[in-house]
């Protein structure tokens, strides 16, 4: 059972890490309808495959996660596709360039172990459920 305060500690954490990762993911979206989408491919499945994995990680599941649903499943694709940032794109880099990503796994870690708590849209549609 949760705390106010830690379902209140969760739905900052939800909203940081969500919006903030959106704010990188809405332009993978763009890149991946424009003419010409760039994109490295660290996992060698192609570089428009890759695009779309990390766009709809990073902006799509970060919405959902934002909102409160599912957070415990939609905080998984975000949490792979920083460590793919961190650990192999940026493998040879210093530790200044995985630090934001290992940040965000981070984040996206403890919600994908804790959940979102109560503050979200779908404790909102179980706690309806069980009035109706």
């Not at 939800?14 to 491919?41: C, N, Y």
């Not at 990073?58 to 957070?71: D, I, M, N, Q």
């Not at 959940?115 to 979200?120: D, Q, T």
Request: proline fraction near 6%; aromatic fraction near 8%.
């Amino acid at each position: 059972m949760t705390t106010k305060r830690s379902d209140l500690g969760l739905l900052v954490l939800r909203i940081g890490a969500g919006v903030l990762l959106m704010g990188h993911g809405w332009g993978k979206v763009q890149d991946l309808f424009s003419e010409s989408p760039t994109f490295p491919d660290p996992i060698g499945i192609g570089p428009v495959p890759s695009l779309a994995l990390a766009a709809f990680a990073e902006f799509f599941c970060s919405l959902a996660v934002v909102l409160g649903v599912k957070v415990r499943w939609t905080a998984i694709p975000p949490l792979i596709t920083m460590l793919v940032a961190a650990l192999i794109h940026h493998a040879g880099d210093d530790i200044g360039e995985r630090e934001l990503p290992l940040l965000f796994a981070t984040a996206f870690l403890a919600l994908a172990v804790l959940g979102g708590g109560r503050y979200g849209l779908e404790s909102l549609f179980r706690r309806r459920r069980r009035r109706a």
